[in-house]
């Protein structure tokens, strides 16, 4: 076998023996997917976040229709377990599935766009968001999030260093939302609420 056709494959592969620099090759760490797989994957939890909520939603639905015509019959007692049964799913819906904007204030003024699911809580790509929404929903002033430390790397094979600890203040946060989101976020929090009261009440029972 000749020599070059031992080198050619070697070339075809990024080597070369006359010292020009191959084709760069791009180190994923692992757990790290890359950025289309990132968007694949999000799509993904959208789309099945969507399918639970029209079930959820369809079980509301059921269970609201169901006890209207109980109480129709005057089956007053169980047309109302049932209506207050569709609490839960309206709950979950509501608080927990239902794919929404987070439109959480960023430092920009501008409102978040990233996806959240229920309207009770912020997305998690924006850092305090998740609970800095929740916060504002309990009506516990303006949510706060802590800064992001952000971490300096020296040249070389050193260890990397954490910057001193800023004395920024916490960031407030706001959100830019209608009166529907408001509503819908206290309507599956009280939902939520009274569902577990209707558990307990069922179990001791």
């Known amino acids: 076998m000749s020599p070059s056709a031992l080198i050619e494959p070697m070339e075809a592969e ?20 890359p950025q289309g797989g990132r968007k694949m ?17 369809l079980a509301v639905a059921g269970l609201v229709t169901a006890g209207i015509v109980q109480i129709r019959h005057e089956y007053l007692l169980t047309g109302t377990e049932l209506i ?19 439109r ?21 790509s924006g850092a305090g968001h998740w609970s800095g929404k929740f916060r504002v929903r ?5 949510g706060e999030a802590k800064p992001i430390e952000r971490r300096r790397q020296s040249s070389g094979n050193t260890a990397a260093l954490n910057q001193p600890a800023s004395r920024t203040k ?5 959100v830019e939302e209608n009166n529907f989101a408001k ?3 206290w309507v599956g929090l009280i939902s939520g609420i009274v569902s577990i009261i209707q558990a307990i009440i069922s179990v001791l029972h």
């Open 84 to 102: 207050g049964w569709a609490l839960v799913p309206l709950s979950l819906l509501l608080g927990f599935t239902l794919p929404v904007r987070c």
């Open 14 to 33: 990024g080597f070369s023996w006359s010292g020009r620099q191959g084709p760069r090759v791009r180190l994923l760490t692992p757990g790290t997917p």
């Open 183 to 185: 509503v819908g976020a």
């Open 170 to 174: 916490p960031v407030k946060v706001t």
């Open 138 to 142: 309990l009506g516990l002033g303006h």
């Open 104 to 124: 959480v204030i960023r430092t920009n003024r501008k409102a978040c766009g990233n996806w959240a699911y229920g309207l009770l809580f912020g997305c998690r």
């Open 41 to 57: 994957a999000r799509q993904s939890t959208i789309k099945s976040m969507k399918g639970v909520s029209a079930i959820l939603f």
